[in-house]
């Protein structure tokens, strides 16, 4: 799989946070707890990545991500009791504006850590 060790240490880096942790806070308490731990693991990411939105090569406004890690794998973390479907379109979205083929979503307020791995395909025409 793509960029698998670094999605691999993303997610051990979640789960000590959630064990350390558990669930009831609110993400940016997550997400500060998600930097020290991939700091101390020596991962680089940027945190509340800022990228423009484009409709017809017009700018309309900036998203942003939690994470960008090692400028390859975008992480958007949940502090919620059920991801959904926008959810999911989110990080999809997330993917294609970013232009980068591996995002994490990761959910801290669930009683387990939920966790899901997305790819990007390139489309064939």
Known sequence: MKYEDITYKIIGCAMKVHSALGNGFQEVIYQRA???EMRDLGLFFSREQE?????KDQNI???RVDFLVEDQV??????????????KAQ?????EAFKLEIGLLINFGEKSLWY???IKT???N
Not at 74 to 87: G, Y
């Open 34 to 36: 998600l930097s020290i």
């Open 51 to 55: 990228i423009p939105i484009f409709y």
């Open 61 to 63: 406004g900036t998203r």
């Open 74 to 87: 975008l992480v958007e973390l949940k502090a919620i009791t059920e991801i959904n479907d926008i959810h």
């Open 91 to 95: 990080m999809i979205n997330y993917l």
């Open 116 to 118: 899901k791995r997305f």
């Open 122 to 124: 390139k489309e064939k």
